[in-house]
């Protein structure tokens, strides 16, 4: 494991202490983990029967029980028809999704990207191409030169009256407590070309946003859950701007709500950041993506923070491990298939780091479960 930056190690001493310290175990703290999921990106109608198939059979036998599912705009929204994608799902086949999960045990979430990740590449998603006054950065960048992904403006006063529907219909329908809203990777904020956000403190529109969106389904009694990136200080921690931010909205981690759910997502290390969020009062579920070995790391480290921290408020906070796939969902149900039965390579495989994760979430649960209880210090 590479020398962690100064602010990180100070951090792991702190949440989980000096290795040769006896540690109190609270069996229902540390014992299984409430949150054992599963990304997945949208994948085309026509590969639904796959996907159902393999959360009946395979997700259950890994032990899976909370499925993060991608859909943006791949829904036929009545609220937004014009706002609806290609191969977009109808509401009798997410009912076939959320039936699926419901017979394997596996509370199934939505995903819907706000704020960022409004295009990729040379494509603008339906938000902005059907409501192109929304966009930070309206009329700059042609064809998406020279950005990453566009944002919409969280200070346009008509967005949100959008972003709420599309955001209870599809709670609704998934039938679901709890709505992933992404926002990772926001690299257009408070932008100086935006008439309404030019000179604005970063952090606090950031939060201003998430407050907006929680509170919003703090009323449909959903709650919000989002990727942690945008939490975290880049330059403090050297975990630079893609794991952390380096456009001033870190501090926004002290002005929105505890009752948020961080994904705290790390994908080539496994930096000790679930204990920060955890301090800071949030509940937080650590991501893997494609490096079996970050993912091994990962489990040991929310066993061995909620081990640590079994008789105070923060063991209950570290929830648990999420593995995120970003390729096609039909193709990675093969792959996960093919790395239980046969030897593929360690590295780069999001297949394989799946496997590899609940191999050790099962293993470390078994452990965990053996060590006797001890009375709080």
Not at 53 to 63: A, K, M, N
Not at 100 to 115: D, G, S, T
Not at 322 to 327: C, E, K, L, Q, R
Not at 344 to 369: D, G, H, M, Y
Request: contains cysteine; negative net charge.
């Amino acid at each position: 494991m590479k020398t962690l930056p100064g602010f990180l190690s100070l951090l792991l001493l702190m949440t989980v202490g000096r290795a040769d310290t006896p540690v109190a175990v609270s069996k229902p703290v540390s014992a299984e983990l409430p949150v054992r999921a599963l990304m997945l990106l949208t994948l085309p109608p026509s590969s639904l029967e796959k996907i159902l198939d393999f959360v009946r059979h395979d997700l259950p036998r890994e032990g899976v029980n909370h499925l993060i599912f991608q859909i943006d705009y791949a829904y036929e929204y009545k609220t937004h028809p014009e706002l609806v994608a290609k191969n977009a799902y109808t509401r009798a086949q997410i009912k076939s999704l959320v039936a699926a999960c419901r017979e394997a045990h596996i509370k199934l979430i939505p995903l819907v990207n706000c704020l960022g990740h409004q295009s990729w590449a040379k494509t603008n998603n339906q938000l902005l191409t059907v409501y192109p006054q929304f966009d930070e950065t309206a009329g700059l960048y042609p064809d998406n030169e020279g950005l990453y992904c566009r944002s919409y403006c969280p200070n346009h006063p008509d967005v949100h009256r959008v972003i709420f529907d599309l955001l209870g219909e599809i709670a609704e329908v998934f039938e679901s407590d709890a709505v992933h809203v992404g926002m990772n990777e926001v690299f257009l904020i408070g932008e100086d070309t935006c008439p309404r956000c030019h000179g604005k403190d970063k952090a606090e529109l950031f939060a201003q946003e998430v407050r907006t969106l929680r509170d919003f389904l703090a009323t449909k009694k959903v709650r919000l859950w989002m990727w942690g990136d945008r939490f975290i200080d880049g330059n403090v921690t050297g975990l630079g701007k893609w794991e952390g931010s380096e456009n001033q909205t870190s501090r926004a981690i002290d002005l929105v709500p505890k009752d948020i759910v961080i994904c705290d997502w790390h994908y080539d290390s496994a930096p000790p950041t679930p204990g920060y969020f955890a301090v800071k009062g949030f509940d937080v579920v650590i991501c893997s993506y494609n490096k079996p070995r970050v993912a091994v790391e990962e489990a040991e480290q929310i066993f061995n923070l909620r081990r640590a921290n079994a008789n105070n408020a923060m063991g209950p906070r570290l929830l648990g491990v999420m593995s995120t796939n970003w390729g096609k969902s039909a193709e990675f149900a093969d792959a996960v298939r093919q790395a239980k039965s046969s030897s593929i390579p360690e590295e780069k495989s999001s297949a394989l780091n799946f496997v590899r994760l609940f191999e050790s979430v099962r293993q470390l649960t078994a452990q965990a479960e053996s060590l006797p209880a001890t009375p709080a210090r």
